[in-house]
């Protein structure tokens, strides 16, 4: 007889543990976008070139903290929200899809007046995100990927086959909500500078049977096979783009990195060697300095900061 699975075994299995420092808190901002709640983080002259930031799984817009003054400091707006149903961010009032959060990014810069962007995605953000810059194509100036794939070759990860598994995901979810320590501490693992303010923040995701049910949906909602009419649309893109890959992401292989040169000829490269999945909270200072290249070296029209 195969040995039964239990959720805490997949937790324990797919989260392996260390300690956080602590840093100020970011203020968030709110606004209301299709009846919705949403808070979210902005840096930087309203003037400025708007770069938006989107976060994936279960992080917040506090994980950009470190970046965010890159961005102000080379003359950009940084406009980085908690998805619906993330953090502080009330869930939207329709389905937590993926579809629905691709919607979401053109409602929200459009409540913001926002007209064209350089995107800055990693994770589910990146599966939204560059969904959406395919889509809109005419209103995104550059693109920083990290930490996902559009690669047909891709197969969900054993913790996301979880959560889109009946009955296993709700387990799952169940268990790491009742044992916020355990996780915590797994976490810190992962992101051995985390602080204890982004993993509050972080920790949103878990806290109700309702906020769990808006991951439940996003990772259920998440066919991969959704990605075919996207493949040519990438090859179609012409703004500059960066890819940023951890040699020990366990979550998408650094081989996938590639896979986006692939499709998108032109396209910057970058694997660090001792970063996982959460690139830029492992690797702030060397991430930072690859996203002052994006925007710097390739002239995207910020106006750097008197020093």
């Known amino acids: 007889m195969p040995k039964q699975v239990i959720a805490s075994e997949i937790v ?11 840093t100020e808190i970011m203020e968030k901002k709110l606004l209301t976008v299709n009846d919705s709640r949403i808070a979210y983080i902005e840096t930087g002259e309203p003037s400025a070139p708007p770069v938006l ?21 080379n003359g950009y707006r940084a406009i980085a929200p908690d998805l619906p149903g993330f953090g502080q961010s009330e869930p939207m009032r329709q389905a937590s899809t993926w579809e629905n959060y ?13 007209a064209d962007v350089h995107l800055v995605v990693h994770d589910w953000g990146g599966l ?9 194509s005419a209103r995104v100036k550059s693109l920083v990927l990290s930490s996902f794939t559009f690669s047909l070759d891709y197969e969900w990860h054993e913790l996301a086959q979880a959560f889109r598994t009946p009955q296993k995901g709700e387990a799952v979810f169940k268990q790491l909500a009742e044992n916020k320590e355990l996780w915590q501490e797994r976490m810190r693992t992962l992101i051995p500078a985390v ?9 949103g995701i878990y806290k109700s049977p309702e906020s769990r049910r808006v991951a439940l949906e996003l990772y259920r909602s998440g066919d991969l ?5 996207y ?5 179609q893109m012409e703004c500059p783009v960066t890819v940023i890959s951890g040699e020990m992401d366990m979550f998408v292989p650094v081989s996938f990195a590639s896979s986006f040169q692939d499709l998108i000829a032109h396209a910057n490269i970058h694997k660090l060697p001792d970063a996982g999945h959460f690139v830029y909270m492992e690797q702030t200072e060397i991430v930072s300095g690859i996203i002052a290249d994006h925007f710097v070296k390739m002239n995207l029209g910020g106006k750097p900061m008197n020093t």
Not at 12 to 22: A, R
């Open 128 to 136: 939204i995100g560059l969904r959406w810059a395919c889509d809109h």
């Open 12 to 22: 324990l299995s797919i989260l392996p543990n260390c300690k956080p420092e602590v």
């Open 53 to 73: 930031l989107l976060h994936g799984f279960p992080e917040t817009s506090l994980m950009w903290e470190a970046i965010v003054p890159t961005l102000q400091k």
């Open 102 to 114: 691709i919607d979401f990014i053109t409602r929200f810069l459009d409540a913001l007046r926002i």
């Open 195 to 203: 602080t204890r303010e982004q993993l509050t923040d972080f920790y």
């Open 231 to 235: 493949q040519e649309k990438l090859k």
């Open 225 to 229: 096979d959704k990605l075919v009419p």
